[in-house]
């Protein structure tokens, strides 16, 4: 088993050298996950799935405070659904695997695998609307999609994922508006309170907005190779689909009038960006509000002290846990406490507890922060109290630290050559006017591979011309590249 288990603490690639390399070896070494014989997926190995856990916990908590119920609708969606939106078909057909035979029989009507389910919950909606009565209808569903991908980066874009789609509908279109900033906003305390990963929240361009929606919101992250990652998203759908479904309520007026609809989700991906935003060069760094173990406690000293140590580890490990923290011990004598230490910081785990000999007779233990590696010495009978704290500093701390490293990264530009230069040399969110025009967005696009992330609600400045036409800008937009 003690051979088995070295494969984690070998050396990692420098995330400077080969940031794409860093990434793969720190999900396997770490244990997070493992490949599948189908191309594209993957396995959630525990600890990856405890914190999606906590995802789901978390923000199902908000959903429920907020009025949403949680339903399951089909995997298997009908193609003629598809055909009732034109623009979302469009926008997913690509991606699209399909069922046409079952049972040996070959089906009537093709079935595409869920990669997202406006289609079959406008066809639900459309039969158990009848009233205003009926409305708001707000739920949300926890399900996996299907999204046959041709470039694949295990958490950040498989061909299967897990991930959690609201819909609602409304009576009114200030209604659904008012719902899709409620889903950005809670969407954004999460991600920053328990991911500890700011974000920049702001509206897709029309060429970026989802498939079918009018309106398309975002929260954008930064990577630590200067990439932006889409966090989660909130889309206004009009009535774009109630009119493809027919969903049509009874209004107190007596007047037959489509609702207004919203969808909105974020994924597994969060764990990708979690990785890729906090991660060092010895491996995973996990925000405590998230990390599956926060706290591991390792006896060390010699042979004859050791039943004594463990005793008081032990000790230690069950008041921890009846005070709910995330604790695990490991009190295994066939591997060297380094060897240990190196280990579960490539896991992450926020604070390593040490207790020797030395410390029994001082009556203290020695905490070391993964974050910062600073170690502080703290009597047994205030670990009660120091401990909790502790986990709150470090999580502001990662949280205040990625703000540092966007603020470093990010730029303003006003022209297509400061914008290029920025991206290709230093790398990183670049600020820049856009006119408005689709052409001018696809000029900056083609010239250094960047795509227009959103256009920020508070933006740190306003250009006044098109970075590409010079023309006077009528937005800021934040360009990056992007995962």
Known sequence: MAKENKAFVKEITPQSEDFSRWYLDVIQKADLMDYSPVRGCIVFKPDSYEIWETCQRELDKEFKRTGHRNAYF??????????????????FNPELPWVTE????????????RPTSETMIGHMYAQWIQSYRDLPLLLNQWANVVRWEKRTMPFLRTSEFLWQEGHTAHATEDEAREE??????????FVEEFLAIPVIRGQKTPSEKFAGAVDTYSIEAIMKDGKALQAGTSHYLGQNFAKGFEIQYLDKDNQLKFVYT???GVSTRMLGALIMVHGDDRGLVLPPKVAPTQVVIIPIGPQKAREAVVTAATEIYEKLRSSDIRVRMDARDDVSPGWKFNEYEMRGIPVRLEIGPRDLENQQVVLVRRDTGEKTFVPLDELDTTLPKLLDEIQHAMFEAAKSFRAEHSYVANTLEELTNYIDEKRGFVLAGWCGDDACERAVKDACSATSRNIPFDPPARPSQCVTCGQPAKHAVWFAKSY
């Open 262 to 264: 919203t969808s909105w």
């Open 180 to 189: 899709t900033m409620q889903m950005l906003d809670i969407y954004t305390k």
């Open 102 to 113: 079952a049972g040996g029989d070959k089906l009537e009507e093709r079935l595409a695998i």
């Open 74 to 91: 089909p995997l298997f969606i009908p193609e003629s659904f598809f055909q009732k939106e034109k623009e979302h078909v469009e926008g």
